[in-house]
């Protein structure tokens, strides 16, 4: 990787020491652990960098970067507690071993049985002399997608990391089924960086699932659905004032419409509508009768519906979209711009309904604290090496 660049991590260090010095920021837990004033700092950054060709954050650096990461990421609508987001320093672990210990740390310390707490774990970043580490799960739970004949048995965005997962020696539960928990696959940072990926198991009792009943249809529990509790994005770089993480997996906790309108519903990932539908007794042999409408509404009530019974964290799109706003009030207050990707905030069903839907925003801005994923790592998230 090519040296930081000084002219970023000035950027940074201004950004983290403006607002740290703003009142309420003694909110953002941890920022007041400045080692030094400014301009000190600054030349010690200047100076690390000239020596090194990179520079290593204090912890409250680092915690006050993946905030801001979070605060400017356009396409999530859970963004008004982004100072809460807790942070696992792990910049130590470069180890593939260690890198899937630590996931699987990730998913115990955030799930905490349901009570879902948005959280971080940052690996070794990328430097000029070795690179960090790679997980190329796109999330760290995430089903396997068999094909089987003309058609796919699991999750069908997965089909090639399965492949992939398989090739490197993972054999599936047998009998294969819809909702198998994929292996995490790891590459190894520093010394491990030669060698290949790596793929490790995740136990059972870390990966957190609801089963999927519904408030008023009892046939609802015989499709057999489920999901994971926790969504954990995994395979995007964090880049924080010149220096880059590729690890850095993070995660907040779902909104129901995620799940049931999208995972469940798109024709190329469950595609449950039409079963749905002919289980509500609905005509499904013409469009106008509204029946994918309906469905996918029942669907996503019955995601909330059972995340609710479990006691899993789990965000409604009304009350959400009401909070989204919240944020935008207090951002614009601090003076800042909210940079906002429309086409993903407004909720997938009943947009009209959430009032996100009714205005428009600032564009997504290139500079600052950033989750970005990048063509290498996106293409590993389908299990294509690059
Ligand atoms: N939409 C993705 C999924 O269905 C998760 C994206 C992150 N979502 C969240 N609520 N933090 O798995």
């Not at 990328?126 to 799960?137: I, S």
């Not at 492949?163 to 010394?191: I, K, N, Q, T, Y």
């Not at 995994?234 to 909104?255: C, E, H, K, Q, T």
Request: proline content about 8%; hydrophobic content about 35%.
């Amino acid at each position: 990787m090519a040296p930081v660049d000084p002219e970023e991590a000035e950027e940074f260090l201004r950004l983290f020491y403006a607002e740290a010095d703003e009142p309420g920021a003694t909110a953002v837990k941890g920022s007041a652990g400045r080692t030094a004033p400014l301009e000190e700092r600054l030349e010690e950054v200047r100076d690390e960098i000239e020596r090194t060709g990179t520079y290593v954050h204090t912890s409250a650096e680092l915690a006050f970067g993946a905030r801001v990461a979070w605060r400017s990421s356009a396409r999530c609508i859970g963004r008004l507690y982004w100072r809460s987001l807790h942070l696992r320093d792990r910049r130590h672990v470069v180890a593939p071993d260690e890198v899937a210990a630590e996931c699987v740390g990730h998913l115990d310390d955030a799930t905490r049985r349901g009570r879902i707490r948005s959280t971080i774990t940052v690996f070794a970043p990328d430097t000029p002399t070795a690179p960090g580490p790679r997980v190329w799960n796109e999330q760290l739970i995430r089903y396997a997608g068999y094909r089987t004949g003309g058609r796919v048995l699991g999750d069908p965005r997965y089909v090639g990391f399965t492949d992939h997962a398989r090739s490197l020696g993972w054999v599936p539960p047998s009998p294969m089924g819809r909702f198998d928990v994929l292996p995490l696959v790891v590459s190894g940072g520093g010394e491990w960086a030669e060698k290949g990926p790596q793929f490790y198991e995740v136990p059972p009792e870390s990966a957190l699932e609801v089963e999927l009943t519904h408030p008023d249809h009892d046939w609802f529990a015989e499709l057999g659905l489920r999901w994971h509790a926790l969504p954990v994005i995994s395979n995007m770089r964090l880049d924080i004032g010149g220096v880059s993480y590729p690890a850095a997996p993070f995660n907040g906790w779902y909104m129901a419409t995620e799940i049931g309108a999208r995972n469940l519903s798109d024709s190329e990932r469950y595609d449950m509508l039409s079963e749905v539908a002919e289980r509500m007794g609905l005509d499904t042999s013409t469009d106008r009768t509204m029946w994918r409408d309906r469905a996918a509404v029942e669907l996503t009530l019955a995601v909330q519906h059972s995340f609710d019974q479990a006691g899993v964290s789990m965000a409604d799109h009304h009350g959400e979209s009401q909070r989204f706003l919240r944020h935008l009030e207090r951002e614009e207050s601090a003076g800042r711009t909210c940079p906002v990707d429309w086409s993903w905030i407004v909720p997938p069903i009943s947009g009209g309904l959430t009032p996100v839907f009714h205005r428009y925003y600032d564009e997504p801005s290139e500079s600052g604290p950033m989750f970005r994923m990048d063509p290498q790592q996106a293409a590993r998230g389908q299990g294509c090496p690059m």
